[in-house]
Nanobody, 118 residues
Framework: QVQLVESGGGLVQAGGSLRLSCAGSGHTFNRYGVAWFRQAPGKEREFVASIVYYADSVKGRFTTSRDNAKNTVYLQMNSLKPEDTAVYYC?????????????????WGQGTQVTVSL
């Protein structure tokens, strides 16, 4: 069993930055790959980034990293745009986690709100 808790969301002006954290618990957490997804109001949840892949909409602006000693995965978001406004979720899949399909991920966090204003 793996539990995931996101943090670091908030309100930021366009062009600003935020760093989201995804803290994992469970002694097998390091066996799981972690990716980020987001869901904007009225839209379906979409893939954002994994350790290998990035959605075209965030390439060059967002970066993932992982600190295994802290059981934490990060999403550094720079040059934020209003269209980045969404609830951001981290999710874990056994293995490399280099998947863009959310059906591959079996554990999910509760989400953290990111709001980007003009």
């Amino acid at each position: 069993q793996v539990q995931l808790v996101e943090s670091g969301g908030g309100l930021v002006q366009a062009g600003g930055s935020l760093r989201l954290s995804c803290a994992g618990s469970g002694h097998t957490f390091n066996r799981y790959g972690v990716a980020w997804f987001r869901q904007a109001p009225g839209k379906e949840r979409e893939f954002v980034a994994s350790i290998v892949y990035y959605a075209d909409s965030v390439k060059g602006r967002f970066t993932t990293s992982r600190d295994n000693a802290k059981n934490t995965v990060y999403l550094q978001m720079n040059s934020l745009k209003p269209e980045d406004t969404a609830v951001y979720y981290c999710a874990a899949a056994y293995g490399s986690g280099a998947y863009t399909d959310e059906r591959a991920y079996i554990y999910w966090g509760q989400g953290t709100q990111v709001t980007v204003s003009l």
